[in-house]
Each structure stands twice: as structure tokens, then as C-alpha cells.
């Protein structure tokens, strides 16, 4: 007999570095905040878009400028192998949202106040709170110029910190003003970077031509005195961009929205204008952004639409969560109501018709599963109800099968007691079973 050949082992398959499996409990935390946006969302009036998560590659180029980090490093580019059209992997979705806004005339009736939530893509070095793939939710206010709609959004932000007890994020704003006022900035930042040219490290010395203001974000240490001594981009601005600032200041200051005023505040796309913006913590070490945004009046423009004003912010969902386990602000696990004991899987038919009744009540339930039709113990079933954290045990023994009735015993109240009810009255009993959560 000849032998054969062993098979080689399998491969693990495990997922891509930096895109991350949510499993439970932390996706229910995931789910929870994304509920407590929707509310938020609702009660300023912005409605849900959502855009694709694929987009032609133009479109990032265009709208967040060639010299960026993301256009030049980060973006998950390909080709459609069918017909060969340049492709990209969403890594921001204030373009696309522009973008969809030009196709289907959004704007034909008036400005539009929209919000998105979902999976954004960038190669970079993954770390705690900064991933590949990984959620933001964003606001975006389309089609109005006035300050009073960048207060919103940051208001907004601010009453989301305090809705999931967040304490410790401090919020910096700063004016980029418009181009005419940044065009001379730049110049002037040119100059004093020649000026100390041998002191720049290899990065900003790349930009130093094409996008010298994100030299001003560097956080090389060796570079912090040059950085510090740059002109600054506020004493460049004309009265108008000034008065939309104080505006915007004026309306935070009477809501008690405390802020900081940071010159060196930029932002890594070259659509912004006006009012820019971050919410900043210290508890995430040098990755401190937890939202960020500011005003876009040209993006319409660039993407080759009629000009619109425009202004938004997009947080990491990612990051805020961190904030959240770290200070236990909230507990999100989602109550659950029963869970039933059963002792024969005959009697299968009826427990499930009635978990139906219950469910269609709003009564949270898990039913005990059998291995292929054998039930384990009553008492391993017991320490399963226990740890699962339910209100109560629904006991569908022989007796209660017998009788049509099902035994309710409290979980969580040592004082309350066992009772008894006829499944003919399910609907008299099963509201007491729900969570007042």
C-alpha cells in the first residue's frame, strides 16, 4: 500500500491587522451610544445619510488636497477589475456627503442639517483607539454661512459628552479666516521656516512648500520654539473672518461652553476655512482628538458644484468609548428580562408560543437550548439563569405543563417572592416581568 502524502495544515485565518472583531458586552456598548446619537440627533433636527463605503478616488483627492497625510499614505486604493475605474475605501465622509449632496441637488430647497455613522479606512500604524477600519459619526451642516450654526454643532457635541458622562474633553477653537488671508499667512510662515531650515525634521521639510501650515501641528519636540515663534494666522485676518469668530466665541461664552483659543490649531484636510475646532482629553496619550471639525465653505467648489457654506464635525467612536469604560460613565449592558427553564423538550411548542407572546409584549427573554434535544439539569439551568443577569426565572417544569401555568421566581429581589401564573393570563402578568430600565 503506498502512503500518502499528509495534507499541509490549515492556515489560521485571522482578520487584517488594525480592523478589529466587536463582540459582546462591547458591542452593546457600541449600540448603546449609537442610540444615544440617534436621540441627540434627533432633537437638533439633523437627519441620517449614508453614503457609500467605496468612492471613486478623485473624489478624496480633490476634496482633501494632494499633500495631505491620508491622499499621500493612508488611503486603501485599488482598481475595478471589470472596467479599471480608480477606487477607494472611504477614509473620511465629509467628502462624500458633499459629494451626494451635488448628485441629488440636496440643497435645491435649502440648507440641510445630516448626520452619518459608520466604517471609515486608513493604513496607518494601529494603536489603543486608532485603527483601520474603524466608526465615526459625523454632523454636517450644509448650506448655511452663519456662526451661529458652528455653535450648534459644537453645542451639540458639548450636550453628547454630558448625555454619557464624559468630564474630562476640553474643547480648543481656532480661525483658519479664507484663502486671500491664508495665502499671506502662508508666505510669512515660508519665510520663517527658511529661516530655520537646517532645524526642520525630514516631514517639514517636505511640506515646507506644500502645506506649511501642517508644519504648525508637528509634535517633534525639537521643533516646538521654531513652532512657537511662526507667525500667526489670526493676526492675518480680515474684519469679517474676525467678526464670524467673535460671533461663534460669543455664543459659546453665553452657553457656559468653556474653550481655549489655539493659533496652532489646523486640520488635516485642505477644505477648512473659518471656524475649526477639537474636542482634545489627556487620558489617550498622544492620540488626544476624540472630535474634531470646523467650517468647509469651498468643498462644494472643489468637487465642481456651485458654492455652498458648509461646517461639521466627525468623532471617533473608537476613542470615545475608551473615555467611557475608562471613567465608568455608563452601564450599557441591555437589561435582560427573563430567562426560561425547561425541563422536557416536549413541551417545546408551548414555551415557545408563549416567549412569542412575551417578546411581542417588549419582555426581553433566553430560553435554556437543549443539546440535540436532551435538556440539562434543573439546577445547571438555574446557575445559567443567574448568570445571565435576569430579573426573573420562568420555570415550564412538568407541574406547570400539566396545569398550563408557568412558575415566576425573582433573580435579583431576595425579598419578593415565587409565583405562580395560568398561561391563559399572560396577558394580566407578563408586564410585571419587564425591566423599569
Not at 512648500?209 to 508644519?215: A, E, G, K, Q
Not at 519636540?221 to 511662526?230: D, G, L, R, S, T
Not at 484636510?269 to 492620540?287: H, I, K, P, W
Not at 433573580?411 to 407578563?430: E, I, K, P, V
Request: glycine letters at 6%; aromatic letters at 8%.
Amino acid at each position: 500500500m503506498t502512503d500518502q502524502p499528509l495534507s499541509p495544515p490549515a492556515v489560521k485565518l485571522t482578520a487584517v491587522k488594525g480592523m478589529n472583531d466587536v463582540l459582546p458586552p462591547d458591542s452593546a456598548m457600541v449600540e448603546w451610544f449609537e442610540a444615544t446619537v440617534r436621540k441627540l440627533m434627533a432633537r437638533y433636527a439633523y437627519r441620517n445619510i449614508r453614503t457609500p463605503i467605496v468612492e471613486r478616488t478623485p473624489l478624496f483627492i480633490r476634496g482633501l488636497g494632494e499633500v495631505t497625510d491620508i491622499v499621500e499614505k493612508e488611503m486603501y486604493c485599488f482598481e475595478d477589475r471589470l472596467n479599471g475605474d480608480p477606487l477607494t475605501l472611504r477614509p473620511e465622509a465629509t467628502a462624500g456627503v458633499v459629494r451626494a449632496a451635488l448628485e441629488h441637488n440636496l440643497l435645491y430647497d435649502g440648507g440641510k442639517r445630516l448626520y452619518y455613522m459608520g466604517p471609515m479606512f486608513r493604513h496607518e500604524r494601529p494603536q489603543k483607539g486608532r485603527y483601520r477600519q474603524f466608526d465615526q459619526i459625523g454632523a454636517e451642516a450644509i448650506g448655511f454661512g452663519g456662526a451661529e450654526v458652528d455653535a450648534e454643532l459644537i453645542l451639540m457635541a458639548w450636550a453628547l459628552w454630558a448625555e454619557i458622562g464624559l468630564t474630562d474633553v476640553r474643547l480648543e477653537l481656532n480661525s483658519l479666516g479664507q484663502p486671500t488671508e491664508r495665502l499671506a499667512h502662508r508666505q510669512a510662515l515660508i519665510a520663517h521656516f527658511e529661516q530655520h531650515a537646517d532645524a526642520l525634521d525630514e516631514d517639514a521639510r517636505r511640506r515646507l512648500h506644500s502645506n506649511p501650515l501642517r508644519i504648525l501641528d508637528s509634535k517633534n519636540p525639537h521643533m516646538q520654539a521654531i513652532v512657537n515663534a511662526a507667525p500667526k494666522l489670526l493676526d492675518f485676518l480680515g474684519a469679517e473672518s474676525l467678526a464670524h469668530f467673535a460671533a461663534l466665541q460669543a455664543i459659546l461664552q453665553a452657553n457656559g461652553v468653556p474653550f481655549t483659543v489655539n493659533p496652532r490649531l489646523v486640520r488635516g484636510m485642505d477644505y477648512y476655512n473659518l471656524s475649526v475646532f477639537e474636542f482634545v482629553t489627556d487620558r489617550l496619550g498622544a492620540q488626544g482628538t476624540v472630535c474634531a471639525g470646523g467650517r468647509y465653505d469651498y468643498l462644494f467648489e472643489q468637487l465642481g458644484g456651485k458654492s455652498s457654506p458648509a461646517v461639521g464635525w466627525a468623532l471617533g467612536v473608537d476613542r470615545v468609548l475608551e473615555l467611557v469604560k475608562a471613567n465608568q460613565a455608563a452601564t450599557v449592558t441591555p437589561p435582560l428580562d427573563a430567562y426560561v427553564i425547561v425541563t422536557d423538550s416536549v413541551a417545546m411548542p408551548l414555551v415557545l408560543a408563549t416567549l412569542q407572546s412575551l417578546r411581542a409584549q417588549g419582555i426581553s427573554a433566553q430560553m435554556h437550548a437543549s443539546a440535540n434535544g436532551v435538556m440539562a439539569s434543573m439546577k445547571n439551568q438555574f446557575k445559567r439563569a443567574d448568570a445571565s443577569g435576569a430579573r426573573f426565572a420562568l420555570i415550564f417544569g412538568p407541574d406547570e405543563m400539566a396545569a398550563q401555568q408557568v412558575t415566576i421566581k425573582p433573580l435579583r429581589d431576595a425579598a419578593a417572592s415565587q409565583t405562580t401564573q395560568r398561561l391563559a393570563d399572560l396577558s394580566a402578568w407578563a408586564p410585571t416581568l419587564q425591566s423599569p430600565l
